[in-house]
């Protein structure tokens, strides 16, 4: 019957979505979280031969089982959290700011060398607040060059911001070895070990107190510019159209560059807070690819700060996760790679279920 | 200044370090072509390599003695494995970015974190399968069919060592090269794939099947970034994988492409400057190990400079692909 129509009816055809209900839309997040669990599961049964549930208790256990191990997470969470915060306005402008490697590594580099060079020569407090403002100059400075070039000649971002995060690393790896300690290690050690000059203060007697002060703080403050301030509004109109802002007379280009410095500055942060707060020291593996699972953890929260700290909680929850079940399981770190990729491709999968939706044909009647 | 063997022996050098560079960036510029900004390409050269690896590694462990070793199948298992390997990864790409629609940039580097975790949680273990001392698996039986030269190419003096002294795959890197160009500039094929990478809503309306021009160029795209990881492993690498050790080259490929302004004939030459960048601090005499780290900046330097010059010189042939990095829904017309 089919071969004798000329025209075969498609079985299904795709159509946009209206605006969907939100709690439909989290509802389907929800399930391809299941889905993606279920399958990361098999995975992990496949390679370990254990039982997917024990596997997931192991995960939960080495994310929740102690009081240093909730602080490790909340660390991971905190600080992934502080990069994608940092990424997200440029985002929302539509500029691809895949950079933030790069400009986290530079904040800290500029960290790390205000407390070599200024270490001994500065009181405590004119030392951190010359840390504070050399290690946003830098991020800022690594972020302003592409968004300089994007505005004056439209040079694509995307392309630019990469490459910088390799420049930027060699930076680093050519630091460390002028800074090496002891000499031909290759790697920098613990700065000001004894006098301990530049160190953040901690609060509380909690080595990672002070990062998650801070990153809750920027939290609300990304929230509260990105909704409520001029600023967010204007960014928000560029991303959405050029051609409308230009209209209503914004000027583009000071946007992007005025957003772009807000987010190096930011990333600048992150790096001082890694290695003025936590490392006390420095190497090419400082940012360690949080540069670019903030992009995911930006994009998958639609760019809402607040959905972030659940999206970061999710990936640095595997990640913490993940590397417990390979030290538990004998498996390589790796593994961990592996799972976060699985869960963010059923994610970044759902998206589609929430923009679109399948309308089966009806069987066509028949037309005589 | 330079002895003549010093500078050959840098062109040699420059030519084996560009191939992996040569094989990733014609790949993506296939996929670039069809408005696909493949962000996964340095996780499907990583998926290539390990593909590669443990074809290799299944056929050596499958023979009785290394002496029965049959070049054939030592050859072309190992390459199976890859294509197979590297086809997957693209076609997951083409799944969510082309049918699902998902934001290119997100899909794109969650594969390259997938692909890169893959390749060193299989090669970890292998490695512990293998119980050596050393973290890293040495296939050298198979990679020895792969390295193997023209047997007259060690005769021919200087000529012999720049042009006749690689092993098959560097030529079928560059055969490649020249095929996708001629693909891309003289067939109708090539007109209506960067069509769709230009505009896909006008392709459309020429009834260009737009979703399979973009599946086949990235799957096709993936496979040939794919083989330059192979091509690290088996030839560059003699069979010996350790984790890690691919490096960056993944974006140092995508870096290429722009280098060679979206045309795989110039990313031959491209790979070669690239190689060679890659390496000059070794050939440079006296540089210190701190200058080292920042003469291997210059291949990203460069091509931030050409990315810049091509952007402000706004020639048409030299942009990228008008929709690069954008889905196409036909509704949205």
């Known amino acids: 019957m089919q071969n004798e129509k000329k025209v075969r009816e498609p079985l299904f055809h795709i159509a946009k979505r209206p605006a969907i209900a939100w709690h439909k839309a989290w509802g389907i997040r929800a399930l391809s979280i299941l889905a993606a669990l279920i399958f990361a599961g098999i995975v992990a049964m496949a390679l370990t031969g254990e039982n997917p549930l024990a596997i997931y208790a192991t995960m939960i256990k080495g994310c929740f089982s102690s009081e240093r191990r909730i602080w490790m997470l909340l660390q991971t969470l905190v600080m992934l959290l502080c990069v994608s915060l940092a990424v997200t306005p440029a985002f929302k402008m539509h500029f691809w700011n895949i950079g933030a490697e790069g400009q986290v590594l530079i904040g800290g580099l500029a960290t790390a060398a205000c407390m070599i060079y200024f270490g001994d020569k500065l009181p405590p407090w004119l030392l951190i607040i010359v840390m504070v403002i050399c290690s946003m100059a830098a991020g800022a400075i690594w972020a302003l060059i592409p968004a300089i070039f994007k505005a004056k000649f439209n040079t694509n971002e995307t392309l630019f911001t990469l490459m910088m995060n390799y420049v930027g690393i060699q930076l680093v790896s050519y630091f460390v070895i002028v800074w090496e300690n002891p000499k031909g290690s290759g790697h920098v050690g613990v700065i000001n070990q004894v006098s301990q000059a530049g160190w953040l203060p901690t609060i509380g007697n909690q080595k990672y107190m002070l990062s998650v002060i801070v990153v809750l703080a920027l939290t609300v403050f990304m929230y509260i510019y990105l909704k409520y301030s001029k600023h967010g509004y204007e960014l928000t109109v560029v991303g959405e159209s050029e051609n409308t802002a230009r209209y209503i007379g914004v000027n583009v280009n000071k946007v992007i560059i005025r957003t772009m410095l807000l987010s190096g500055a930011i990333c600048g942060i992150a790096g001082l807070l890694l290695v003025g707060g936590t490392d006390h020291t420095i190497s090419t593996t400082t940012a360690g690819g ?50 976060s990729g699985i869960i963010l491709f059923f994610i970044i999968g759902s998206e589609f279920f929430i923009n679109y939706q399948i309308k089966f044909t009806k069987p066509a009647k028949e037309v005589k | 200044m330079f002895s003549s063997s010093v500078i050959i022996t840098f062109l040699q050098r420059a030519v084996i370090q560009g191939i992996p560079l040569l094989y990733g960036s014609t790949g993506e510029i296939l996929t670039e072509k069809s408005g696909n900004l493949n962000l996964g390409i340095p996780g499907i050269m990583y998926m290539g390599g390990i593909g590669g690896v443990i074809g290799a590694f299944l056929y050596e462990n499958s023979l009785a003695s290394k002496a029965d070793a049959n070049a054939f199948l030592a050859i072309c298992i190992p390459l199976f494995s890859t294509i197979l390997f590297s086809f997957l990864a693209g076609l997951l790409y083409c799944f969510l970015t082309v049918t699902l629609r998902a934001n290119q940039n997100v899909t794109g580097l969650a594969l390259t974190t997938f692909g890169v975790g893959f390749g060193n949680f299989f090669g970890a273990s292998l490695v512990k399968l293998t119980k050596a001392e050393v973290p890293s698996v040495a296939l050298t039986t198979t990679s020895a069919f792969f390295t193997k030269k023209l047997p007259f190419a060690a005769n021919l003096g200087w000529f012999g060592k720049i042009f006749l002294s690689y092993g098959f795959l560097a030529y079928a890197a560059i055969v490649i090269a020249i095929v996708v160009a001629i693909f891309l500039t003289k067939t109708r094929g090539g007109l209506h794939l960067r069509a769709v990478g230009e505009n896909p809503a006008t392709a459309d309306a020429a009834g260009i099947n737009v979703n399979r021009s973009k599946y086949l160029a990235t799957c096709i795209g993936s496979v040939i970034a794919g083989l330059g990881g192979l091509y690290y492993v088996m030839d560059y690498a003699n069979g010996v994988w350790s984790n890690e050790g691919f ?10 492409v722009i280098f060679a302004v979206w045309r795989p004939n110039f990313a031959i030459p491209g790979s070669i400057v690239f190689g060679g960048l890659y390496i000059i601090y070794l050939f440079i005499p006296g540089v210190s190990l701190r200058s080292q780290e920042l003469f291997k900046m210059l291949p990203y330097v460069v091509t931030i400079i050409v990315l810049i010059m091509v952007s402000i010189r706004k020639k048409k042939e030299n942009q990228p692909p008008a929709s690069l990095g954008l889905s196409y829904f036909r509704e949205d017309r």
Do not use: C
């Open chain 1, 290 to 339: 949080r540069g670019f699972t903030a992009i995911m953890v930006s994009w998958l929260a639609k760019f809402n700060p607040l959905y972030m700290i659940a999206t970061s909680f999710l990936l640095a929850f595997f990640e913490r996760g993940a590397s417990e079940i390979s030290t538990i399981f004998h498996l390589d770190q790796a593994f961990s790679d592996i799972i």
């Open chain 2, 247 to 256: 490096g960056d080259r993944g974006w140092l490929a995508i870096a290429l």
